[in-house]
T-cell receptor, first 112, second 116 residues
């Protein structure tokens, strides 16, 4: 099983749609979780951290299910500017210097 | 001011050459990384340094040698470049919180390396 697995998409949705991305991770001891966004030919940027209690930031909602080792991202009322690749990211170890492990990303294309 | 900066942004070079990519962060972070993003867009960790100490050295050819002169800098030197080394190389940094957990990573803008 891959460390972090995502559906690559692409997800093609109209403006205003709600879209959900899912991600699974293999290491049950993983400590922290994030969603990053990467635009074409740009660096990845943090979209939001993912907490056990779930968290919301405007139109974006992230959920974590530790028992199922599953992370989700929900985007409501999609905008054209949401078009990007969304990367599920896991910090698998409780040790200084360990690296974030990235999924391969899910591509979202929002059209008018 | 740019938090994580790397130079150069673009690098085109011939096979067999030796090249270096520099990275600096002004965030005061303890940990710095090198990631490689290949043509399939997969971001893969190459190296991780914590307080100038090498923590992670993934299966990377020994032609790749990272050097961390201080906490704020992590450079990547590549010897005898090959066609397959063509990729985007990202430098990143993060901070260690309590219990050794790293916060989110901040990335540099990337270095697009093309080997011809």
């Amino acid at each position: 099983r891959k460390e972090v697995e995502q559906d690559p998409g692409p997800f093609n949705v109209p403006e205003g749609a709600t879209v959900a991305f899912n991600c699974t991770y293999s290491n049950s001891a993983s400590q922290s979780f994030f969603w990053y966004r990467q635009d074409c030919r740009k660096e990845p940027k943090l979209l939001m951290s993912v907490y056990s209690s779930g968290n919301e930031d405007g139109r974006f909602t992230a959920q974590l299910n530790r028992a199922s080792q599953y992370i989700s991202l929900l985007i409501r009322d999609s905008k054209l500017s949401d078009s990007a690749t969304y990367l599920c990211v896991v910090n698998p170890f409780n040790q200084a210097g360990t690296a974030l492990i990235f999924g391969k990303g899910t591509t979202l294309s929002v059209s008018s | 001011d740019t938090a994580v900066s790397q130079t150069p942004k673009y690098l085109v070079t011939q096979m067999g050459n030796d090249k270096s990519i520099k990275c600096e962060q002004n965030l005061g972070h303890d940990t710095m990384y090198w990631y490689k993003q290949d043509s399939k867009k997969f971001l893969k960790i190459m190296f991780s340094y914590n307080n100038k100490e090498l923590i992670i050295n993934e299966t990377v050819p020994n032609r790749f040698s990272p050097k961390s002169p201080d906490k704020a800098h992590l450079n990547l030197h590549i010897n005898s470049l090959e066609l397959g080394d063509s990729a985007v190389y990202f430098c990143a940094s993060s901070q260690v919180q309590g219990k050794g957990v790293n916060t989110e990573a901040f990335f540099g803008q990337g270095t697009r390396l093309t080997v011809v």
